[in-house]
Structure formats: C-alpha cells, structure tokens
C-alpha cells in the first residue's frame, strides 16, 4: 500500500450527494484482470457532458476530490478507488462515506477525510470560485488547511497508523498466525466445508 | 450468573474473534468465502505476486456470475478473458469452481445457500456487497473490496472494526400482493440509502418472521442499498426446515448440535440496539423506484413526488419524469425478472402464476434470468419455463444479466424497465438506461399491463 503522510494539491469540487461506485466506475471496465488503467474510465458517463467540472481545464492535474455526503455507495468494487488513485486523486474529502467504499480507500492508501457539513460547504464554494486554491492534507496532524479551511479531522490510531506506514494488512495479520492456527484447531468439525477439487 | 442479554449479530461477532486488542479492529475468523469471476483477479496476483497459497481452499468457493452470457451467441473476449483467469485461478489455487455450462454454476448469493453452506452463526465474506444476502439465515456475512479478498484468500481472516446494531421491526400481517421486496423497498426509504452506514441491521417482527426464507434472503440482500454493514434475521423452524437436507448441510448427530447451537443465536430477551426503527407492515404497499438510488421509492398508488433537494432535481431529469406523474401511467420498454434479489425459486413461481393466460404487452421486451443453473432446472420440472416463454418472456440461463449489464443483457440508452434487481443508479442495467426497482409480482403484471400494476390491476 502506498504510505499517505501529508500531501498538497488543488481540488475539484464535486457538489453531489451519494454518488455511487456505478458512476465512480460503470460496470463495463470491471472486466479487466489488472489493478490499474482505471484512470481514464473515471466518472466515465458523467465526462461524457463537457460541462462536468472533471472537463474543467482549471481543474487538470488537480488531486483532491471535494464532494457530497455518503461517497462511494453501492457495489464493494475496489476498482472505484483504483480508478480515483489512477487519475490521480490522492484524498477525498466529503461530509460522510460508505463503509465499503471508505474501507476500500484505507486498503490502498487513498485517504478518506471526513469533515462536518459546514466546512464541506465552505470549501466546496472556495475551490468552486477559485480553482488555483491549494489544501494541504496532513494524516500526521489530522488537520486539513487551506482554501480558507483550518479543521482537525477523525482517524482511529491503528488505521493512521498503517497509512502512515503504508503497511500491507496481510502482513499484519501474519503476525497473529497462531491465534488463527489456535482458532482452527476449536473449530466444530460439523461446520461446512468442501472437499478438494 | 447470567449472562448480560446479546443481540444475534453481537453473538455471531464475539464467537469469531480470533485477535482482540485494543485500538485495533478485531480479527474476525471466515467460515466461507465466496469468490467470483470480478474482484478476484487482482486479489490472486497479489497471493502470487508474494508467493502465498490460499489458506483454506476448502472454505472457498468460486462461481462465475457477473459476466456470464445468459443466452448462445458471440461472447465479449474481454470478459471471457476474465472468466479464463478465474479457472485458471481456481485451478492453481486448488479452489472449487462452478463455471459455466456447470449444474452448479449461478450467482453466488444463490448458490451459497442452495449447497447448504449458507448455516446460521457463520462469518461469511465474499468481494460483492450483496453478501448480507446471506444474512437471512443468521450469519453475519461482510461485502468486501478486493484487498480484502486477498486478504482472506491468505489468511482466512478479516480485520473489522465492531459495527453498531440497528434494529427493524416490522409488526403486523403483510397485506396481500405486499412481499419481501416491498418490505425492503420500505425499508430503505424510510431510512435512506445511508440510514444503515456503521450498523448491522436486524429485522425483526412478525411480518419478518412470516417470510420464507427466498423472501428473507430479498430482504437482506438489500440491505447494503440503506449503507448497512451486514443484515441479519433469526434463526428460527422456518430456516432449518429450509437447509434440512441440503448437500452441505449437517447430518445425523451434527444436525441435532447444529439446532442446539443455532437455537441458541437469537437476540436475547431485553439486549439493546444503538438504534431502532418501527414498522407497521398492515400500512405496506407494492413499491417502485422513481429515481436513482433505490431510496427514491414510493408506493405504487402514490405519484413522482415533487424534488425535494437537488439530487432528486437530477434524478427527475435523468429519469424523464415529471412530478405528479402518476406511478400507474409509467410505461417501461423491458421488465427483467432476476438478480440477487429475486431470482429464486419462489420468486418465478409467483410471476409465473400472474403470467398463467397472460401474454406480455406487444413491443415489451421481457426476460427471466433464474438465479443459478439448478433454478432454471426446478423452474423447467415445475412448467415454469413454458408459462414464461408462453407469454412472451425469454427464458435465459443462471447470471447475473441485466442487474448490472456486465454482459450483453442491457438497456439501451433512453430504454426504461422495470427490474426486480437491487439499483436504480443512473446507467446501471445499460448506458443512459432508466431502471425502476419492483417485485416479481409487480414486475409481470406490468409486463402485461404495459405500465406499472399490481396484479389486481389486471382484473
């Protein structure tokens, strides 16, 4: 996983509410077997319309999606995040997330920063007047500056943690082997189970 | 001493915590995990990329769903390229696979509880949102993202954080013509599509309890569709008459321990929900969708409501639709009968009985996509085929089809249905396509009707 400790860009402002991982990536581009060149499918339907504010030239090469609450709805694809990742995007920063969506984020080092509605509305307008703003995300702080924002955010210790460090869950878990060796061993025997193929 | 008094998902959580510590998510053991052709690729490169095998193939099982053809014809070779790299995952990894032309083969919330593997008190993970499918029967089952298949995949466990608990419970007979399907649809706009977000949600009551256990596994499905972490129901006669039986299910002696230990997971008498929510099933109606996620639901007497923010300002524009339309007078070019949601047994049993002596309205495209290859085989011992074909549907074989539209089965732009599937997001079953969410009863009397109709409708 790619290590998140602060990062400074520009942003897009995508004032939507529950936009869903179908918009974020539509289903037709799930059928490739690799992990990346999702990028240029991003919001495929949505850029489909010149006016949609990723078609916006003052916003090119910008890598922080301001949005709407409960981003990432819908279907568990983690391809939505790897298409987000792809394009470029580095943190969201929305009022609330999906679970999955928000979970899927902390697995590949895209930061989800979640902000009370007020400030959400206020650097949406901010970066929607001047596209040049740039916000500073700091994981390490838990504080997210600029576009006239000064504002700590939530994140529980152990998932900054992994972030900060860019460490592979598996890895972590690994280091618990025994207790799963242990856990299999007092499994019921009844419990269902396939033989191999 | 007593025990302090749990809620059924609670029991399910704690029984399978290999690693508590504080700070950090639980480590929560799987008992089956459920793989499809979709988010599995990347998650078995990463395993070879490291050089790890999968920890317990025996409690893995593949099927390929989401891009299946359901009909003969040209295949994609993108997405037949997908399915080869599921075969020859499974192959390498030593993990049961149903593919296509298998008997077994089907979409992977069906086919988990038709092979009896789906028990009560499991954890039960699979890369697919729908997975709180399962729930119906009493696990606590988790949609996953890709990393987390690979983690599972190696480990057999998954880090989570304790989710809060929600109870739904709904009181009172379902009216007739009202089922499992408008019961969630309900659900969900009352609560809204992010009503559930951090919860397991439980539903409870009578009209929960009076479900079968196809309508149960509709309710659950959709949970997701509210945000919700998981959906579980009780146990209860209805679940193990169910399961009895089944190729994986208990026999014998473990069969008697399984209904000793599964009678033992209801929430007890007096535990608490962190929220809580009523419902009187007697004020239930057939539901449809207007908009674009499925929490824009009214009943099917009601008309498009006037937009009450902006997100339904552009549903309303996406959709075609002007408020005060009358549900009735919404006219779809194609029903689909199918998905995750309602494509068992039972739900082609009561659209084919509305279809009995029925055809389908001229111009209509209709088709019914069974949920898993021994579906359509009941279904064609029970004549179900013949009623449906008779009428004018086309009867296609076990996947996923137009719930998702990964496979030729589409809508075209502009194109309006009616879908017994799970959503209604903008270019979901097709590009430009408009998706309206019903029953399976409501789907066929639609289809009949040509607009949207309850089968009383049809007089």
Redesign the interface.
Known sequence: MRAFTVHTGRAVPLDRSDVDTDQIIPAEYLKRIERTGFGPFLFDSWRQDPAFVLNDARYQGATILVTGPNFGSGSSREHAVWALEDHGFRAILAPSFADIFRNNCTKVGLLPVRLPEPTMRALLSAVSDDPSLEITVDLQAKRVVGAGVDEAFEMDDFTRWRLLEGLDDIGLTLRHAAAIDAFEQARPARLPSLPRP | MTAEPRTLAEKVWERHV??RAE???D?L?V??HLVHE??S??AF?GLRL?G?PVR??????ATMD??VPTAPGAQ?P??V??ME?MARN?EEF????FPTGHIGQGIVHVIGPQM??T?PG?VIAC???HTSTHGAFGALAF??????V??VL????L?Q?RPGTMAITVEGDLPAGVSAKDVILAIIARIG??GG??HVLEYRGSAIRSLSMEGRMTVCNMS??A?A?AGVIAPDDTTFAWLEGRP???TGA?WE??LLDWRSLPTDEGATFDREVMIDAATLRPHVSWGT?PGQTVSIDDVVPEPA?E?AE?ALVYMDLRPGTAIRDIRPDTVFIGSCTNSRITDLREAAEILRVRTVVPGLRAMVVPGSMLVKAQAEEEGLDQVFTAAGFEWRDAGCSMC???NPDQLAPGERSASTSN?N????QG??GRTHLVSPVVAAATAVAGHFATPEDLG
């Open positions: 290999v690693h700070g950090e998510p480590l053991y008992d089956l979709v988010t690729p990347q490169d490291e790890r317990r193939p025996d409690l893995t099982v989401h891009n994609d993108v997405s390229r997908q790299a499974a030593g993990v049961t696979l009896g593997l028990q499991l890369g697919d949102s949609g996953i993202g890709t990393s987390e690979e983690h190696a480990t057999q466990t880090p954080r599509t992010d977000v951090g997701i569709e945000g972490r994986n299910a208990p473990d321990a399984a996620n923010d997100a552009r998702l539209g990964m959503r997001f903008e270019g979901r590009k430009g």
